[in-house]
């Protein structure tokens, strides 16, 4: 596993899937793998967020010793490389592949992307601290590559492509997540915690008048619907403009024009 001491001479090329780490002889604690303790910190992750995580909490909800962990992992950065990988297989990629086109495909991976980090929100701020290239990781960077290639996007455009589609998708079910673990931390639904917050600004008319070259779009927000309805809705939007672009550059970029 990567020791701490190695993560600080070299914090961007660390990783625990780049350990080569000897196999440790005899039997681990009974009962205790780390499949075990990979799912049981997610579902610590899912409930409390990043800054609980601890060895001592993590023993504790399985019920073993924190040394017992030490069997498997050598730091809690390992066991939070190993719980990014693991709901990165949740992306369906036999569902992506499913799609008749680079089209439905992108579609399919772009929401399938946005529901992890909404199940996950403690995901959105590990893609950048860690490397991101276990098994499942890697498989759905390679179908995203895939999907995109298949576009007919020179080669040269396609890194872009998959910029502007998916940092749209991580922005997007970031701030989407967010607002939902904020709401469940006041004790509401999404859309109470919602209809507070407008009101919030709304019931105050000196904020109001400020606002006022957005009061069509305010009133449109307020009226739509459910949060839920309106997340998916501009969701569903954004990503037509996002494969409208790419067909346009792709005819932009064709041999002759």
């Given at each position: 596993m990567v020791k701490a001491a190695d993560r600080e001479k070299n914090p961007a090329g660390s990783s625990v899937w780049l350990e080569r780490r000897a196999a440790r002889t005899g039997g681990g604690p009974a009962g205790l793998d780390r499949d075990r303790i990979v799912a049981a910190s997610v579902r610590m992750l899912d409930q409390d967020?990043?800054?609980?995580?601890?060895?001592?909490?993590?023993?504790?909800?399985?019920?073993?010793?924190?040394?017992?962990?030490?069997?498997?992992?050598?730091?809690?950065?390992?066991?939070?490389?190993?719980?990014?990988?693991?709901v990165?297989?949740?992306?369906?990629?036999?569902?992506?592949a499913a799609g008749s086109d680079w089209r439905e495909r992108l579609r399919t991976l772009a929401?399938?992307?946005?529901?992890?980090?909404?199940?996950?929100?403690?995901?959105?701020?590990?893609?950048?601290?860690?490397?991101?290239?276990g098994p499942n990781a890697i498989a759905v960077g390679a179908k995203i590559q895939e999907t995109i290639r298949a576009t007919g996007l020179p080669v040269g455009r396609q890194p872009s492509a998959m910029s502007a589609v998916f940092q749209f998708v991580y922005g997007y079910g970031t701030i989407e997540s967010q607002f939902g673990r904020r709401a469940v931390e006041?004790?509401?639904?999404?859309?109470?915690?919602?209809?507070?917050?407008?009101k919030a600004f709304r019931d105050d008319p000196a904020f109001m008048e400020t606002l006022e070259p957005m009061?069509?779009?305010?009133?449109?927000?307020?009226?739509?619907?459910?949060?839920?309805?309106?997340?998916?809705?501009?969701?569903?939007?954004?990503?037509?403009?996002?494969?409208?672009?790419?067909e346009a550059m792709v005819a932009r970029e064709a041999p002759g024009t």
């Open positions: 967020g990043l800054a609980k995580l601890s060895m001592r909490r993590l023993a504790a909800e399985l019920g073993v010793t924190a040394m017992s962990l030490y069997w498997y992992v050598d730091t809690k950065d390992d066991i939070i490389e190993y719980a990014i990988d693991t990165y297989g949740e992306v369906d990629l036999e569902l992506v929401l399938q992307y946005r529901r992890m980090l909404v199940r996950h929100p403690w995901m959105s701020p590990c893609a950048g601290q860690y490397l991101n290239i006041a004790g509401m639904d999404a859309d109470d915690f919602y209809g507070e917050s407008i009061a069509d779009l305010l009133e449109e927000r307020a009226t739509h619907g459910s949060v839920s309805d309106i997340w998916d809705r501009d969701f569903a939007f954004a990503l037509d403009l996002l494969v409208a672009g790419i």
